[in-house]
């Protein structure tokens, strides 16, 4: 059964930092390009951050360039997104989304980042 489950997500004070991570199963992860979208409430759901398959190039939103970044463990399955400088306008539910010859959506963790 393929899944990718997000965790990390939580409330967090503007200017504080959040780790996510999006553990994947049941697909080879690793030969995946791997995106965090993220979906604010009321607007369209936008793409956060990529990671190619080796993790040799990444790509980042305008929004966050300088704030986030993306990793991956491939022996672990896994991909994670670093957010630093968190401000209100970053509150939203962050996806997890594996693309290559099929493509495959987590089902989001919660970020709120308030005072």
């Known amino acids: 059964q393929v899944q990718l489950v997000e965790s990390g997500g939580g409330l967090v004070q503007p200017g504080g930092s959040l780790r996510l991570s999006c553990a994947g199963s049941?697909?080879?992860?690793?030969?995946?390009?791997m995106n965090w979208y993220r979906q604010a409430p009321g607007k369209e759901r936008e793409l956060v951050a990529t990671i190619t398959r080796a993790g040799g190039s990444t790509n980042y939103a305008d929004s966050v360039k300088g704030r986030f970044t993306i990793s991956r463990d491939n022996a672990k399955n896994t991909v994670y997104l670093q957010m630093n400088s968190l401000k209100p306008e970053d509150t939203a539910v962050y996806y997890c989304n594996a693309r290559y010859v099929a493509e495959y959506w987590g089902k989001g963790t919660l970020v709120t980042v308030s005072s």
């Open positions: 049941g697909f080879p992860l690793s030969i995946y390009t």
